[in-house]
């Protein structure tokens, strides 16, 4: 069965130091996945995506992914937070069964000290 | 631009009304969504649309209902029947299905629905 699990529900990080979000997934096809980024009262934006091309995958505000299918996971990393990036992070997983099959993640909350 | 628009941005419902958000897409994508998001979860999905005339349940469909008529518009009805309706609403849209493609989905800004 498809699902996603974002193993962090808050991670606080310093204002210049790594971000690191995880995200585990389960899936019985080579499924597509997202990361997404929502500030307060707006809607999702999308963050960069993998669709089976490169594994380490580039986004937007210098955030990348990296697929690993042994691991079951994707996860998003920065290698320096700035203050803009305290958001609420969304991992989203995609099926290509034909229908609609996307499941997203709880979410993990980013913040980020001065 | 091309974007999303949802209206309006608050809402207020009395008992026993029913209410509707309005999604307006100028993307000329064919697929729409409607999600509801709760505080600290994750994005619930209400009713999608693949083309025009279209629509599915989601996994909470009940108390809710839609249309689309035209490409660009999906509105949504929050009816009586919907016994908890105080949430974040977004709606989305993609080129196609999400699921038939790699597509992403693209978010509008959302409404807020509160019970008064």
């Known amino acids: 069965a498809q699902s996603v699990t974002q193993l962090d529900s808050h991670v606080s990080v310093s204002e210049g130091t790594p971000v690191l979000l995880r995200c585990n997934y389960s899936?019985?096809?080579?499924?597509?996945l997202f990361w997404y980024v929502q500030h307060p009262n707006k809607g999702l934006q999308l963050l960069l995506k993998?669709?089976?091309?490169?594994?380490l995958v580039k986004g937007i505000n210098g955030f990348e992914a990296e697929f690993k299918k042994s691991e079951t996971s994707f996860h998003l990393t920065k290698p320096s937070a700035h203050m803009s990036d305290a958001a609420e992070y969304f991992c989203?997983?995609?099926?290509?069964?034909?229908?609609?099959?996307?499941?997203f993640g709880a979410g993990t909350r980013l913040f980020v000290k001065a | 631009d091309g974007g999303i628009t949802q209206s309006p941005k608050y809402l207020f419902r009395k008992e026993g009304q029913n209410v509707t958000l309005s999604c307006e897409q100028n993307?000329?994508?064919?697929?729409m969504y409607w999600y509801r998001q709760d505080p600290g979860q994750g994005l619930r999905l209400i009713y999608y649309?693949?083309?025009?005339?279209?629509?599915q349940k989601g996994d909470i469909a009940e108390g809710y209902s839609v249309s689309r008529e035209k490409k660009e518009s999906f509105p949504l009805t929050v009816t009586s029947a919907q016994k908890n309706p105080t949430a974040f609403y977004l709606c989305?849209?993609?080129?196609?299905?999400?699921?038939?493609?790699?597509?992403?989905?693209?978010f509008g800004d959302g409404t807020r629905l509160s019970i008064l």
């Open positions: 989305a849209s993609s080129i196609v299905l999400t699921g038939k493609s790699n597509q992403p989905q693209h």
């Open positions: 899936s019985s096809y080579s499924p597509s």
């Open positions: 993998y669709t089976s091309a490169a594994t």
């Open positions: 989203v997983v995609s099926e290509p069964t034909g229908g609609f099959k996307t499941i």
């Open positions: 993307l000329n994508h064919d697929a």
């Open positions: 649309s693949q083309i025009v005339n279209d629509f």
